[in-house]
C-alpha cells in the first residue's frame, strides 16, 4: 500500500469537488467518524434486513422452518456480505466525490432491488430479482477498486485489481446459478458464497488496504444499532397488531416486557467495551468481520421471533407455544454467544469471562418454559447486565 505519508485524509463538505484521485485514507487518522453517505448507506440497507426478517416471521409462524430459515440465510447473506465490502472499502479509500457518492447511491438502488426480490425468494424460490439486485450492488463496488486501481501503483494496485477481478468472476457465477435448475441450485449456492468471502482474503493476502481500527468498530457498531432498532420496531409492530386484532393486551404483556429486555441487554452486551484496539491486523479483523454475520443475523431474527410469540399468544401461528418461544431464545442465545467470542473474551478476565455463554445457556434453557419463556429470558439478559456491571465496578 502507499506509505502513510502519501496517505491524506478528505473532509467531507456538502459540496463534494467533481472528481478527486482515490487515495488511500490515513489508518492513523484522528477524529475519524463515519459520515452522513454511510449513515444513509445503512438506514437504506436496513430495509432490505426488514423485509427479510418479516418473509421469516411468516414462515416459522406457519411452521416451514427449512424453508424460511433457508431464504432469510441467503437473504442476509448478500445483504450483509454487500454492506461488509462497502464498509471496509470505505475505510480505506472514501474520497468523498461525485463518482464515490454516485456510485454509492447506485449501490443503495442495488439493495433496495434486492428487498423487492425477498418475497419472491421466500414464497416460489424465484431469485432472479434478488440477484439482480445484488450483482448491481457488486458491480457498482467493482468499479470502485478500478478507480483505486488507477490511482495506485505497484503491490497496492495488483489488490485493487484483484479484488475488482474477484467481485467481478462472482458476479457472473450469480448468473449462471439463475440459468441451473432448481434442484441444483442448493448445491452451487454455498460454493458461491464461499467464492465471495475467499475474495478479500485471496486480494490482501500479500498486503492490506489502510482500514482504520476505530472507524470499522464504529461502522459495525452503528449497523448493528440499526439492526437493534429494526427488531424493536416489528416487535412494536407485532404488538400493536395483536392488541388491535384480538384485544389480548394481558397475553402480549409478558412478551413485549421480555422482548424489551433482551432488545436493552442486546445494545448493553453489545457496547459495553470498545473493540477497536482487537483490530491489528488482516487476521484479527477478518474473524471479526466475519463474524458479525452471526451477530447482525441473530440480531434481526430476535425481532423476527418476537413477532411470531406475539401471533403465538393471540393464537394465530400454527406451531406451539414453545416452538415460538424457541424463536426468540435461540437467536438471542446465539447473539450473546457471538458476542462473547467477538468481543467480551478479549477484555475480560476471571470469573466474567463465563457470564456470557452461561447467560447464552440459561436463555436456551427459557425455551423449555413455553408461552412465559420469551419474560423469563428477557430476565435472564437483564440479570446478566446486572451482574457484568457489578463485576466492571469491583475491578475499577
Not at 463496488?141 to 477481478?165: I, N
Not at 455463554?357 to 446486572?386: D, E, F
Request: glycine share 8%; with cysteine.
Amino acid at each position: 500500500m502507499t506509505s502513510d505519508s502519501a496517505a491524506v485524509p478528505h473532509p467531507h463538505p456538502a459540496d463534494p469537488p467533481p472528481v478527486r484521485r482515490m487515495v488511500p485514507r490515513d489508518r492513523n487518522e484522528r477524529h475519524r467518524v463515519a459520515t452522513p453517505l454511510e449513515l444513509f448507506f445503512d438506514l437504506c440497507f436496513v430495509v432490505a434486513v426488514g423485509q427479510a426478517g418479516r418473509e421469516l416471521a411468516h414462515s416459522l409462524a406457519a411452521g416451514h422452518y427449512g424453508e424460511g430459515l433457508r431464504g432469510f440465510v441467503l437473504a442476509f447473506f448478500a445483504i450483509w456480505w454487500a454492506w461488509m465490502n462497502f464498509t471496509w472499502f470505505a475505510s480505506a479509500y472514501d474520497c468523498d466525490d461525485v463518482p464515490y457518492r454516485v456510485t454509492t447511491l447506485v449501490q443503495i438502488a442495488g439493495v433496495l432491488i434486492l428487498a423487492a426480490g425477498v418475497p419472491r425468494l421466500f414464497e416460489a424460490q424465484d431469485m432472479v430479482l434478488s440477484v439482480t439486485g445484488y450483482v448491481v450492488m457488486r458491480l457498482a463496488m467493482v468499479t470502485q477498486w478500478l478507480r483505486a486501481a488507477a490511482s495506485e501503483e505497484g503491490p497496492a494496485c495488483g489488490v485493487a485489481l484483484r479484488y475488482a477481478l474477484g467481485i467481478t468472476l462472482c458476479q457472473v457465477g450469480w448468473v449462471v446459478v439463475l440459468l441451473l435448475p432448481h434442484g441444483a441450485r442448493p448445491f452451487v449456492i454455498p460454493i458461491g458464497v464461499l467464492a465471495e468471502l475467499a475474495v478479500p482474503v485471496w486480494a490482501e493476502l500479500r498486503m492490506q488496504t489502510t482500514w482504520h481500527p476505530h472507524h470499522i468498530a464504529e461502522r459495525y457498531g452503528l449497523f448493528t444499532l440499526i439492526v437493534l432498532g429494526e427488531t424493536v420496531a416489528a416487535a412494536t409492530v407485532a404488538v400493536q397488531s395483536g392488541v388491535d386484532e384480538h384485544e389480548g393486551l394481558g397475553r402480549l404483556v409478558p412478551v413485549a416486557i421480555g422482548g424489551l429486555l433482551i432488545c436493552f441487554s442486546a445494545w448493553w452486551i453489545y457496547f459495553a467495551r470498545p473493540v477497536h484496539e482487537h483490530l491489528r491486523s488482516n487476521r484479527q479483523a477478518f474473524a471479526w468481520g466475519y463474524g458479525h454475520y452471526v451477530v447482525f443475523a441473530a440480531a434481526a431474527a430476535i425481532g423476527t421471533g418476537l413477532e411470531v410469540a406475539v401471533e403465538s399468544a393471540v393464537h394465530k401461528a400454527e406451531i406451539s407455544a414453545t416452538a415460538a418461544t424457541g424463536t426468540v431464545t435461540v437467536p438471542t442465545a446465539v447473539y450473546l454467544f457471538t458476542v462473547w467470542l467477538l468481543h467480551s473474551r478479549h477484555t475480560k478476565t476471571g470469573a466474567a469471562q463465563a457470564l456470557a455463554p452461561t447467560g447464552a445457556v440459561l436463555v436456551l434453557a427459557c425455551t423449555a418454559l413455553g408461552g412465559s419463556g420469551v419474560l423469563a429470558a428477557g430476565l435472564v439478559c437483564a440479570a446478566m447486565v446486572a451482574v457484568g456491571v457489578a463485576m466492571h465496578a469491583r475491578e475499577a
